[in-house]
């Protein structure tokens, strides 16, 4: 199971720290994502990491805020969120993925965790 945390309401320019805890299994041989939904939005992919953290990808909207690490002996992933927006307003969800090819489209992922909410107020 993978439980995300850390959301929360933060003025525009904030950061926050995304954690996303994994139990009852260990997840260091699965890639890592982080996705989000807006309201009324489509899932949108976020940013991965590869079970190693030698390789991370991220959406074009949130390179070079945003932030995925991982540390595997905590079976957690985290994503640092920096100069927020208020477009980054959306619930947060992680997930994990056996496949080492990047799936943006989040489709067949093994595990999703429930999502934590940010709101960005302006």
């Known amino acids: 199971q993978l439980q995300a945390s850390g959301g929360g309401l933060v003025q525009a320019g904030g950061s926050l720290r995304l954690s996303c805890a994994a139990s009852?299994?260990?997840?260091?041989?699965?890639?890592m994502y982080w996705f989000r939904q807006a309201p009324g939005k489509e899932r949108e992919f976020v940013a991965r990491?590869?079970?190693?953290?030698?390789?991370?990808i991220y959406a074009d909207s949130v390179k070079g805020r945003f932030t995925i690490s991982r540390n595997n002996a905590k079976n957690t992933v985290y994503l640092q969120i920096n100069s927020l927006k208020p477009e980054d307003t959306a619930v947060y969800y992680c997930a994990a993925d056996r496949r080492s090819s990047v799936v943006v489209a989040g489709s067949g992922m093994d595990y999703w965790g429930k999502g934590t909410l940010v709101t960005v107020s302006s």
């Open positions: 990491i590869s079970w190693s953290g030698s390789s991370t």
């Open positions: 009852g299994r260990t997840f260091s041989t699965y890639a």
